[in-house]
């Protein structure tokens, strides 16, 4: 889950599955990369106003990023 400043963003970042950048922290402290690609993404405006939607790719810029919170397992 990530968080701008008007938006809540659910959906899955690929990691590798072992070594180097397959820690969520080890991949967006990567300064070589201005974009994530996030996969079957849905987006909640914070302030209420709009409405929820859906899309199969999203490329979120990192200088639009306020926080992020890594989904639990079968959650």
Known sequence: MVETDRYRVEGMLT??????RSRVSDHVNRRDHEFF?????????????????????????RRHIRLIVPASEGA
């Not at 990691?15 to 180097?20: D, M, Q, S, T, V």
């Not at 909640?44 to 106003?49: E, F, H, I, K, R």
């Not at 709009?50 to 199969?56: A, E, F, H, N, S």
């Open 15 to 20: 990691l590798p599955k072992e070594g180097y």
């Open 37 to 61: 690609t996030l996969l079957d993404c849905e987006l909640v405006p914070l302030d209420g106003s709009g409405r929820d939607w859906k899309t199969p790719v999203l490329m979120l810029a």
